[in-house]
């Protein structure tokens, strides 16, 4: 079984680090979720870093 992996959701507006996750580690390409920024105070594309 693959195990999960720890990822930090960056906003792509400001750049700030908002929210924790995991994902699933044999996944290829990088996890993207439509959430609510608390520094722009809108909802923005989150992108998975690590």
């Known amino acids: 079984m693959a195990k999960d992996t720890k990822v930090i959701l960056t906003c792509t507006e400001c750049l700030s680090r908002n929210y ?17 920024c608390k520094k722009c105070g809108k909802h923005t594309l989150h992108k998975a870093t690590k």
């Open 20 to 36: 924790n996750t995991t994902e699933n580690k044999s996944s290829s390409k990088r996890l993207e979720l439509n959430k609510f």
